[in-house]
């Protein structure tokens, strides 16, 4: 595997359901982030993680919870998501350390996550 | 008023044709300026940073900046259906890893 991945690709989820969205990135960078992505909006940065401790919390809702045991995995945990939880959840890494590397961002391919 | 304006389109041009895609930012601390590229079904890329007014080339790909009017473009040349994506202007923020993205402008090239 090369790059940063996720899975799964696609998630369909009743509101009452518990489910992880799961990242991986091969590149030996040292932050993270969770982003969300809807139709006509910028991305919306949720959790930004640096050497796995959280610096960034966007004021995500609670339902969402991060996890990120260590610089090359990290989780998305969802519960009792509404209907307008339904996006793409896009995952990426970049090195730490300044300079315009730190902001060049590697994306995953999202996991399509529809909430009935 | 909006950090960044991008019209979200859709664009659709035929191919070989020189297509514009444009960003204006409200932020004058910005001063790293990126495009990606995000075709159907996979994450955003990175196609090019540029980091001074003016002109960078890349092959078929131009970015221009213009600080003064905090307006940037991305001009493609002798477009291919290949280059049919979303592009998304992205702004570097001073002093952390954060980016702040445009909406994206989907772009069709017709063959």
């Known amino acids: 595997e090369t790059g940063v991945t996720q899975t799964p690709r696609h998630l369909v989820m009743g509101m009452t359901n518990k489910k992880s969205l799961k990242c991986e990135q091969h590149?030996?960078?040292?932050?993270m982030y969770w982003y969300k992505q809807s139709a006509k909006k910028p991305l919306e940065l949720m959790f930004v993680y640096n050497f796995k401790e959280q610096t960034e919390n966007n004021s995500v809702p609670s339902r969402f919870s991060p996890e990120c045991p260590n610089s090359s995995h990290l989780f998305l945990h969802l519960h009792t998501l509404q209907p307008e939880d339904s996006a793409l959840y896009l995952c990426a890494s970049s090195p730490s350390g300044g300079g315009v590397r730190w902001n060049e961002q590697f994306f995953g391919p999202g996991t399509r996550l529809t909430v009935l | 008023q909006k950090e960044v304006e991008q019209d979200p389109g859709p664009l659709s041009v035929p191919e070989g044709a020189i297509v514009s895609l444009n960003c204006t930012y409200s932020?004058?601390?910005?001063?790293?300026f990126m495009w990606y590229r995000q075709y159907s079904r996979k994450g955003p890329e990175l196609l090019m940073y540029t980091y001074s007014s003016g002109n960078k080339e890349d092959g078929r790909f131009t970015a221009q900046v213009d600080k003064s009017s905090k307006y940037i473009s991305l001009f493609i040349r002798d477009s291919q259906p290949s280059d049919s994506a979303t592009y998304l202007c992205?702004?570097?923020?001073?002093?952390?890893?954060?980016?702040?993205f445009g909406t994206g402008t989907r772009l069709t090239i017709i063959p």
């Open positions: 992205a702004f570097p923020n001073f002093g952390n890893e954060k980016l702040t």
């Open positions: 590149l030996g960078h040292n932050a």
């Open positions: 932020n004058s601390a910005f001063q790293y």
